[in-house]
């Protein structure tokens, strides 16, 4: 990457409820379970469950201080997630008011590599 260039991604965060879940339900049950919660969501769109870079730690980890300005952070809520369970969404809802930040639902990365000194 150039200096001055942009990492930017999306992930489940490891910490918040979405990627607990990812982890504790067995892969081969991913599909069944997302056919219910986002009934439009297509079977090939389900990936497994194979995280690496998904918390700040890791991305500090990755992207070392010297070398990368990181601007990384954890989101809290995406309704999306929840489908047509208008009930899931209110308690998704719930639950980002009351946990901080670090549990959020997603891991929104953004780091920029350093120009030579």
Known sequence: M???GWFCARTPNKWGVI???GRIVPTSLHTQLLKHLQPGRK???VFPTFHRMNSLAAIRAYYPQTRWNNY???YGFE???FGRFVIL???GYLYNKIVP???GLVTLAFVQKKPFA
């Open 89 to 91: 969404a209110w308690l």
């Open 19 to 21: 990627g607990i879940a």
């Open 101 to 103: 930040n670090s549990l």
């Open 43 to 45: 079977e090939e769109d």
């Open 2 to 4: 150039k200096q001055g």
């Open 72 to 74: 990384s952070f954890n």
């Open 79 to 81: 309704v999306g997630y």
